[in-house]
Each structure stands twice: as structure tokens, then as C-alpha cells.
């Protein structure tokens, strides 16, 4: 079965930076779309970023130019870089992913269970 799991949440000051990863396991033959989420408490879960099969990559205006989401399909992974992190930035970190489990099958949409992300001095 088909799991997501992130990690690389912490703790970091106003201005720095963090890696957060997800790992994908389980029987896959491709993902599509992957990205990231957050949410924070008393908050809409929001889009952070995705990227495509090809690396086509879109962000909300928020973190425009401080993350950087990647993905290394051999891995069955994606990643968001985050700098200049904001006290605005604490929330808990999603990852998304539409996977297709079979050649020729039909596409999933997985989560992952989030990783908490605290910006504060």
C-alpha cells in the first residue's frame, strides 16, 4: 500500500532556512503531480507549492522566491527548501502526491501525515 512520509520539521529562528522531505513507498509506477500544504491552527489548509511529472513548478505568492519545491522521480520523493523563513511560515507541512500504481491504471490522490514547522525566536 502506497505511503507518504515526511519529515525534516523543526524548530528554526526568523531567517532561517529548512529541508523538508517526503518519501513515497509501496508499489508505484508514477507520480503525476506532487506538492506541498500547510496549515496552521484555526486555518484553512493552504497550497504551498507543486511540481509536475516534467518539473513544472507553481507557488503561492507567500513564499515566492524563499522555497524551492524539487522532485527525484527514481526516488519516489519531493522536497521543499524553505528560506527566510517567517513566524507566518509555523504551520503543519503536508505532502501531496497523484500517483498511478499500475501501468495504464487510473491515478490516487495520497497525503502524507504532516510535519510540523515552528518559526520562532
Known amino acids: 500500500q502506497v505511503q507518504l512520509v515526511e519529515s525534516g520539521g523543526g524548530l528554526v529562528q526568523p531567517g532561517g532556512s529548512l529541508r523538508l522531505s517526503c518519501a513515497a513507498s509501496?508499489?508505484?509506477?508514477?507520480?503525476?503531480?506532487m506538492g506541498w500544504y500547510r496549515q496552521a491552527p484555526g486555518k484553512q489548509r493552504e497550497l504551498v507549492t507543486t511540481i509536475s511529472y516534467d518539473d513544472t513548478t507553481n507557488y503561492a505568492d507567500s513564499v515566492k522566491g524563499r522555497f524551492t519545491i524539487s522532485r527525484d522521480n527514481a526516488k519516489n520523493a519531493v522536497y521543499l527548501e524553505m528560506n527566510n523563513l517567517k513566524p507566518e511560515d509555523t504551520a503543519v507541512y503536508y505532502c501531496?502526491?497523484?500517483?498511478?500504481?499500475?501501468?495504464?491504471?487510473?491515478?490516487?490522490?495520497?497525503w502524507g501525515q504532516g510535519t510540523q514547522v515552528t518559526v520562532s525566536s
Open positions: 509501496g508499489s508505484i509506477f508514477r507520480i503525476n503531480f
Open positions: 501531496n502526491a497523484n500517483i498511478v500504481l499500475r501501468r495504464f491504471g487510473p491515478s490516487f490522490g495520497y
